[in-house]
């Protein structure tokens, strides 16, 4: 899984991130869209909303809801995957709505609910953390208020070695995988998900490429949100 020369099959150093390309404002009919082009993953989020939350049973008096759906595409792999939701998809909703329910200031929008949908049309790898950070792009775009916008990554480990960002083949052989979600302002942690098992050395030296990566992918969403409205955003 690695080249002689310590860089990755794909050519990349352990610290290196794949090509990351963001583009907000893509569906015209929705409150805020992102496209994020990660490797050769290709992410659509769009958010609608804030709107009277139905069915009722979900509205909250004193805040705001987020209905976060996951889904991937049937095409989105070489092997058709049966449209609809799974276990997976339901899981990897929850905890997208969990990290961006950290951010969001869901307390100016009483009884109402804010529908965020993320569709991965095409999957290599690290799809919840390209979902996620395509979903804050899609807030920011809508104009919902958020305390900071959540980017996501992912480090693991190859043949003992920790490295950056896996693509499939790294996630499918190698030992391990943490992806995080991350407020790269502050640094604090918005969610974490471990697969495999991490020595604490190891563990920390991936948490640190993610909070480093986090500040570098921070800088593509921003500078998506400037071309789109121009100055900082
Ligand atoms: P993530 O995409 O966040 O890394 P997983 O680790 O569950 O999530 O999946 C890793 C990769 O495996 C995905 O990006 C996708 O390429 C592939 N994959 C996931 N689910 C399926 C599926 N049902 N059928 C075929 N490939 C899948």
Redesign the pocket.
Known sequence: MLNEDGTRMDGRRPDELRKIEIEAGVVPVADGSARVQWGTNLAIAAVYGPMEAHPRKISRQDRCVLDVRYN?APFS?T?R?RPGFNR?SRE?GKVTANALESVVQLELYPRSKIRVEIEIMC???????VGLTAASVALADAGIPMTDMVVSV?SGRVNGVVVLDLN?EE?NYGDA?L?MGILPNSGELVFLQM?GDLSPEDFQEAWDYNMGAAKEIHEIMVAALAARYGGDA
């Open positions: 991937m792999v092997d995957i997976r990897i999957a290599e790898a690290g799809t919840r953390c992912a499939k996630d995988d992806p697969d």
